[in-house]
């Protein structure tokens, strides 16, 4: 079964500040990965995804994430946050089986507060 | 397009009682998930269905949670009985094909049980 971790519960950052948030995995195999939002009293958004190729892929709202795959790792990363960034970012996976079973593997979120 | 419609949106029962969540996937999804959210963590999926058949429900503790979806569209989740862990926020979403395509979430239902 897979795992994934999140370095960060809290972040607080400053207006025009860059960010990175951590993102590690456990699996052995082939996973597809996703970084998800969810803003104060909305539900969750997907904000980009990896399956393959390019291993810098590119979301909405100017967010950027890498796939690191010798380092199990898919950070997220944006040059320069807002104070509308202010929200809870969830890194997922999940790893397709035969059988159709492809629910997503969350972290356990990193709570970002970006102050004006 | 319309998003994924749950109820209720708040729920508070005692220990021992049943309750029952309602959930719309948006029109034409195949692919339904219910999952649960305690404070603190990521949501954990307790079950997936692909039209009105069960694709997973090995995180589902089956000895009092129950669910369906009947027709292949709208789904409910049930707890009998329910107890105190298992306060959370209940997630349903849902997606054209696979995940992959993109799981497009309710805003969830928070349970309390006191």
């Known amino acids: 079964a897979q795992s994934v971790s999140q370095h960060n519960h809290h972040v607080i950052l400053s207006e025009a500040a860059s960010l990175e948030l951590g993102c590690n995995y456990s699996?052995?195999?082939?996973?597809?990965l996703f970084w998800y939002v969810q803003y104060p009293g909305q539900h969750l958004q997907l904000l980009l995804k990896y399956f393959s190729g390019d291993p810098l892929v590119k979301g909405i709202k100017g967010f950027e994430a890498e796939f690191i795959k010798s380092k199990f790792s898919f950070n997220l990363r944006k040059p320069s946050v807002q104070w509308s960034d202010t929200a809870e970012y969830f890194c997922a996976v999940n790893a397709p089986s035969g059988g159709g079973a492809d629910g997503l593997t969350f972290g356990k979120g990193t709570h970002l507060i970006i102050q004006p | 397009e319309a998003g994924v419609a749950q109820s209720p949106r708040y729920k508070i029962i005692e220990k021992r009682q049943s309750v029952a969540f309602w959930c719309n996937p948006i029109?034409?999804?195949?692919?339904l998930y219910w999952y649960q959210q305690i404070l603190g963590q990521g949501p954990k999926l307790l079950i997936q269905?692909?039209?009105?058949?069960?694709?997973?429900d090995s995180q589902l503790p089956k000895d009092r949670f129950s669910a369906e979806r009947l027709k292949g569209v709208d789904s409910t989740l049930k707890i009998q009985p329910a107890k105190l862990e298992d306060s959370a926020v209940y997630l349903c979403?849902?997606?054209?094909?696979?995940?992959?395509?993109?799981?497009?979430f309710g805003q969830g239902t928070r349970l309390t049980v006191v």
């Open positions: 979403a849902s997606s054209w094909d696979r995940v992959v395509t993109e799981a497009f």
């Open positions: 269905f692909q039209n009105n058949g069960v694709v997973d």
């Open positions: 699996y052995g195999g082939t996973v597809n």
């Open positions: 029109s034409g999804h195949a692919t």
